[in-house]
């Protein structure tokens, strides 16, 4: 009982699987808004519920984004990392250059 309790804890949504999961929560959501619009429904209920589900949805989506953010920052830091200290400032000034436009 515990060895399967244990197994359920370790799993997590895979990247693909965590963004359909936010898609398909922020479309539900979205659907379901449009519909109380149509129907001219005023429950608060339903309202929070439409939202409740765009807002699940954006907040999974989002910390996928950072998640995804924070992968290629520990990549770039550990590639540095390996560099001497005039090449790093030789590809940190190129980076700089090349997103801020500086001349």
Avoid: C, Y
Avoid at 10 to 28: A, E, F, I, R, Y
């Amino acid at each position: 009982m515990t060895e399967h309790k244990s197994d359920i804890d370790n799993k997590q949504l895979s990247s693909p699987d965590t963004l359909d999961m936010g898609w398909l929560l922020v479309g539900s959501g979205v659907i379901g808004a449009l519909l109380l619009l149509i129907r001219g429904d005023r429950r608060i209920v339903a309202w929070g519920i439409s939202a409740g589900l765009t807002l699940a949805g954006a907040t999974l989506l989002m910390e996928q984004r950072q998640s995804h953010i924070d992968q290629a920052e520990q990549r770039i830091l550990e590639e540095l990392d390996g560099l001497d200290p005039v090449a790093r400032a030789q590809v940190l000034k190129n980076i700089a250059v090349e997103e801020f436009d500086i001349n």
